[in-house]
C-alpha cells in the first residue's frame, strides 16, 4: 500500500504522456507554447508500463493519461495495451479536448480505455474561438469527439468546463440544461492560478456561485454522480439522465483527500499539483532498474497541501502551466 506521512493512501497516477497541445486554452497554455520537453527525455510507453507496472507492486490500481493533448502523442493505443496488462490495474481513464477522438475513440476503447474526460469551456462557436485560440473547426471536430465518444460506448462521459467570469460564465445554466437529457456528467471546475495565467485572476468565480445560478432556475439534488477517483461533488435536476458537478480547489480545498500523483512526460514524479516537489524516475529505472526507492522518497515527501487559494505564483508551487503536469 502506498500512503504518504499523512496517512492518506496513494492508488492513482494521472500520467502525462505530451506536455503539447493542439489548442491553447486562455487559462492552461500561453499563446506562443511553453519551452516543450525535449523528445529524448521523454519516457517511451515501455518505461511509462515499467513504471505503472511497478507502482502497481506497491498498490497502484487506477490511471488516468493526460497530457497536454495525450491523443497527439502517436499510438496512444499501443500504451493503453501495455497498461491494460499490468495486473492490479483495474480502471484506465483519458483527459482529452477531443478533436482526435473520431480518429481513435475505437482503438482507445479496444484497447483498453475504460473512461474518458472531455475538456468544453463553451458551446459557442465563436466563443471557442476566443477561448481555445485555435480555428472554429476546431470546435466542430470536438463536437464530434463526443459523438465518437458515446459512439465507441465510453461511461460515463465526464465533460469539464473552467468556469471565466465575463467569458463563459453565462453558459453555465445552458451546459447544465444539458444533463436533463444527456447521461453526461458536466464538471464546473475553478479557474486555477498559476504562473502563466495570473491575468486571469478577476475572471474567478466560485463553484458556489454557478450552483446558485443554475438553482435558480430549478431544484439540485445532491448525486452519487458517476464512478471516478476524483474530488467532483455531484447534484442532479429532478428526473435528469446526467449530472452536474463542481470542482473546488479555491473554495473548498479538498486536499486532505488527496489519493493521487502524477508522472511528468519526462518521467518526473510529482506528488502534489503545485507542489514544486518532484522525484524523477527515468534516472533511477535507466540505471538500476527499479523504482521503489524513489517513490518511497517522493511519497515521504508528499505536501499536506496546495495555497492556491492566494492567487500568486508561490501558491502554485512555481507551476506556470498545467498542461506541464496533466492538470
Ligand atoms: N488536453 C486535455 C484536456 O484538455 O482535457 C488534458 C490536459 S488538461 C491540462 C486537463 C484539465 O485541466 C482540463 O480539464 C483543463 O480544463 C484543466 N485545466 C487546465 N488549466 C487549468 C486551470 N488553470 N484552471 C482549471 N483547470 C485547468
Ligand atoms: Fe490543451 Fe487541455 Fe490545456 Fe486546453 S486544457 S491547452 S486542450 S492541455
Redesign the pocket.
Known amino acids: 500500500m502506498m500512503q504518504d506521512q499523512f496517512g492518506r493512501q496513494i492508488e492513482y497516477l494521472r500520467i502525462s504522456v505530451t506536455d503539447r497541445?493542439?489548442?491553447?486554452?486562455t487559462?492552461?497554455?500561453p499563446e506562443e507554447g511553453l519551452d516543450w520537453i525535449p523528445k529524448p527525455e521523454m519516457l517511451s510507453y515501455e518505461e511509462i508500463a515499467e513504471i505503472v507496472a511497478q507502482m502497481s507492486e506497491l498498490g497502484l490500481s487506477r490511471v488516468r493519461l493526460?497530457?497536454?493533448?495525450p491523443l497527439i502523442r502517436r499510438d496512444l493505443a499501443e500504451l493503453v495495451e501495455l497498461i491494460a496488462a499490468v495486473p492490479g490495474i483495474e480502471d484506465i481513464s483519458l483527459?482529452?479536448?477531443a478533436i482526435l477522438l473520431p480518429r481513435f475513440a475505437d482503438d482507445l476503447k479496444r484497447a483498453g480505455v475504460d473512461r474518458v474526460n472531455i475538456?468544453l469551456d463553451t458551446l459557442d462557436r465563436e466563443r471557442f474561438e476566443e477561448i481555445?485560440r485555435r480555428p472554429v473547426d476546431r470546435f466542430d471536430e470536438t463536437m464530434t469527439g463526443i459523438e465518437s465518444a458515446e459512439a465507441a460506448g465510453f461511461e460515463p462521459i465526464k465533460v469539464n468546463c473552467?468556469v471565466m467570469r465575463g467569458l463563459n460564465d453565462h453558459e453555465v445554466v445552458d451546459f447544465a440544461e444539458i444533463t436533463r437529457e444527456r447521461p453526461w456528467h458536466v464538471r464546473f471546475i475553478e479557474l486555477m492560478p498559476v504562473g502563466r495565467n495570473l491575468h486571469l485572476n478577476d475572471r474567478f468565480i466560485s463553484a458556489d456561485e454557478v450552483l446558485g445560478r443554475i438553482r435558480a432556475i430549478d431544484d439540485l439534488a445532491p448525486d452519487d454522480g458517476p464512478q471516478g477517483n476524483g474530488p467532483a461533488v455531484y447534484y442532479r435536476f429532478p428526473g435528469g439522465r446526467g449530472t452536474v458537478g463542481v470542482i473546488t480547489p479555491l473554495s473548498h480545498n479538498y486536499c486532505e483527500r488527496c489519493n493521487r500523483m502524477r508522472l511528468t512526460a519526462d518521467g518526473k514524479l510529482r506528488t502534489c499539483l503545485f507542489g514544486d516537489h518532484e522525484i524523477d524516475l527515468k534516472g533511477p529505472l535507466r540505471e538500476t532498474g527499479r523504482i521503489e526507492d524513489a517513490v518511497a522518497e517522493a511519497l515521504a515527501g508528499k505536501p499536506k497541501r496546495h495555497y492556491l487559494e492566494l492567487g500568486t505564483a508561490e501558491g502554485s508551487g512555481g507551476l506556470a502551466?498545467?498542461?506541464q503536469v496533466g492538470?
Open positions: 497541445c493542439n489548442l491553447r486554452c487559462y492552461c497554455m493526460t497530457g497536454g493533448e483527459s482529452t479536448n475538456s481555445a473552467v502551466a498545467l498542461s492538470g
